[in-house]
């Protein structure tokens, strides 16, 4: 009975491990496109933002979002204020004002200007060539990114026409996601 517990606590605990969300770099996100296409979600972030923490906690953190994302995109995470060198568009995006020793804002990113974010947190979709779909700015329940997630992968963006296409998409949307995180499980 022992060995029976230990071992469905071991499966447990691969099952709940499965289920995060596995952050790669932009770069890694693009050159995986090139064998296994699939669209990019970068959450674009920075060290300061409150909201940002939420997201990755309660949003990031459940489980079916979790799932979600690992399952139909390439997740990329983004420091907005941070030293990463971006490649992208035969261009290459620095921060060259960054000051490591700052404990809290930093200068904003070459990148982070080029996508056009001026709120955090912000999240961007990218095609399977790695073009920009679209940006979602600011705190999102699960419930809330569940049809941005679902509508981008799908595809159906691609045929709204005006914006009250949008509008209709999301009201009439039934969530599926549930409300809890795997962590509070």
Not at 69 to 81: D, G, L, M, Q, T
């Amino acid at each position: 009975m022992r060995k029976y517990l230990i071992g469905l606590v071991v499966l447990l605990g691969t099952f709940v491990q499965a289920q995060e969300i596995q952050w790669m770099t932009l770069a890694e996100a693009l050159e995986a496109q090139k064998t296994a296409p699939k669209k990019i979600f970068m959450d674009v972030y920075t060290k300061w933002c409150g909201p940002c923490k939420l997201l990755d906690k309660k949003t990031f953190g459940n489980r079916d979002v979790a799932s979600y994302i690992s399952e139909h995109y390439y997740a990329v995470k983004f420091n907005a204020e941070g030293k990463e060198e971006i490649a992208f568009y035969d261009q290459v995006f620095r921060n060259p004002n960054y000051d490591p020793n700052r404990r809290s804002r930093n200068s904003t990113h070459q990148f982070t200007q080029f996508l056009g974010i001026r709120g955090y947190p912000t999240m961007v979709f990218f095609s399977e060539d790695g073009d920009p779909i679209m940006p979602v700015v600011g705190y999102y329940t699960p419930q809330q990114l569940e049809p941005y997630l679902k509508m981008i992968k799908q595809g159906d963006y691609a045929v709204f026409t005006k914006p009250e296409d949008i509008e209709i998409y999301l009201k009439n949307f039934i969530p599926r996601f549930r409300k809890e995180t795997k962590r509070s499980l």
